[in-house]
Each structure stands twice: as C-alpha cells, then as structure tokens.
C-alpha cells in the first residue's frame, strides 16, 4: 500500500515538472533559428528590430536593422511609429532575453512578431554578416 502511494506521488512530481517546463517554453509569438531567420529576411514585408542599446548596436548588427532599445519609455510608442502591422517583425537582441520581453510587447498590441532565438549571438555563431 505505501509502494502505491509512493508510486502516485512520484507520477505526481514529475508530471507537475512537465507541465512547468511546458508552461515556460510557450511563448504568444514565434521563435526561430538565425538560419530560418535569414531566410525569412529575404521577404520585403520583413523588418529588423534590434532592441539593445545604441552602444551594442553601433559595435554590430544585422544589415538593415532598425535600433530601438526596448528599456527606453516610449519603445512601443517608437515601434508603433516606424512598423505596421501588415509588417513581418523579427526582434533579436544579445542573446534573447530582451527580444523576448519586445516581442511579448509589440504581440500583445498586435504586430506580427518573430523572435531570433539565442540573438546575434546565434547570428554571428552561425556565420551570418553583421555591420557596424
């Protein structure tokens, strides 16, 4: 009796950690690799936005991105000045983190939002061009 109670609680844990880690991963917009990305940047309703700061994206960005550092107060207010929402928008930042945080705002006030997973760090490891 006590090995089947063991047994539900163990079967318990784990499922609760499955469903957490389901529940973390799960995102309102779509993420993608720099080699999807970089295809995806082929199409002309496609629209670069870096979202660091204008330090990080003077030392380096993707060719025709836009630069709008996400931690200033009229970010969203900027975006809704330079993007419609008929555009394709793929966010990046250093490493996702930030881009993340943009890409969850610019979806909630309807844009169509692509997240470059791992940022231009994934970029550059890839083997993809930046310019300064």
Request: net charge positive; proline share 1%.
């Amino acid at each position: 009796m006590m090995r089947r109670g063991l047994l539900f609680c163990v079967i318990g844990v784990i499922c609760s950690c499955f469903m957490y880690l389901i529940s973390c991963n799960k995102y309102d917009f779509k993420e993608e690799g720099a080699k999807e990305i970089s295809e995806l940047i082929k199409n002309s309703k496609v629209k670069i936005l870096d979202v660091r700061t204008n330090g990080e994206f003077a030392g380096g960005h993707i060719e025709n991105a836009i630069n709008i550092d996400v931690s200033n107060d009229n970010f969203l207010d900027e975006c809704k000045r330079v993007f419609s929402k008929d555009d394709i928008i793929v966010v990046y930042c250093h490493a996702g983190s930030r881009s993340r945080k943009a890409a969850s705002i610019l979806k909630k006030n309807g844009f169509n939002v692509v997240n470059l997973r791992g940022g231009i760090v994934e970029w550059k490891g890839a083997k993809f061009p930046v310019v300064a």
